[in-house]
């Protein structure tokens, strides 16, 4: 390299845990990262003059990620809680969601949040949901690595519903799982999503909000919602 080229880009390396569609996911044949959170960031990092690159990590070390910097961000549909405020610093909101129950077609014995008690149920681990279920009396918590692993165990009689963020639950269910599989109950928890950055890092927050305001204004926002979430 070198010349009289331009210099390239900066790399914002920006973990995520890419099992979680539409949020993240890779795209079956080219095994190119995609999804709306991934779109968002290209976005964002269009307005910064920044190059961005997924850095595929397991949803519990992506915050240890952060804090031992190996990456400079993360954008994995991750929830914004005080837990997690108190280690790194989270952008606006930019995506609100909730979470959400799927069981069985023929489950009668299930159809809200109550009716999970002393129920078997399977959860991404380090998730808003493992949180969640964990407080529900005589739950049988299963914890997996990813929300696929959790559909399977449902899929094979393992656990008796899945607990997981609506709109991955919806996709879930639209791509197939509705054959056997339904939603019930209410949406549990109003939850935002945040783009998280490390502690110290103030000035990249500060430019992460700056461009999400920028691309709600400039209408990338809305045609990325749309591709991802328009009926
Ligand atoms: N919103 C939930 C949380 O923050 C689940 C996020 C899981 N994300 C993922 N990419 N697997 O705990």
Not at 145 to 157: F, R
Request: with cysteine; proline share 3%; aromatic share 8%.
């Amino acid at each position: 390299c070198g010349g009289n080229q331009s210099p390239a880009a900066k790399v914002l390396k920006v973990g995520a845990e890419a099992t979680f569609p539409p949020f993240e996911f890779q795209e079956e044949n080219s095994k190119e990262y995609v999804g709306f959170d991934v779109d968002i960031m290209k976005a964002i990092g269009k307005q910064m003059g920044m190059e961005v690159q997924i850095v595929n990590t397991g949803f519990d070390g992506l915050i240890p990620a952060l804090e031992g910097s190996q990456i400079d961000a993360i954008a994995s549909a991750m929830t914004i809680t005080d837990e997690r405020a108190k280690k790194v610093n989270f952008s606006k909101p930019y995506y609100k969601s909730g979470l959400s129950i799927v069981v069985k077609s023929d489950n009668v014995t299930i159809n809200n949040f109550k009716e999970l008690e002393g129920k078997r149920i399977a959860v991404q681990i380090g998730t808003t949901g493992a949180e969640a279920v964990k407080k529900i009396k005589d739950a049988k918590v299963r914890e997996y690595n990813s929300a696929s692993e959790a559909y399977l165990e449902l899929k094979a009689d393992g656990a008796d519903a899945v607990v997981n963020d609506l709109p991955v639950n919806e996709y879930y269910l639209a791509k197939g799982g509705s054959k056997d599989a339904k939603l019930v109950g209410e949406v549990l928890n109003a939850e935002e999503y945040g783009i998280a950055v490390a502690k110290k890092d103030t000035e990249l927050a500060g430019k992460i909000n700056k461009a999400l305001d920028e691309i709600k204004q400039n209408g990338e926002y809305a045609k990325i919602y749309e591709q991802w979430f328009g009926k």
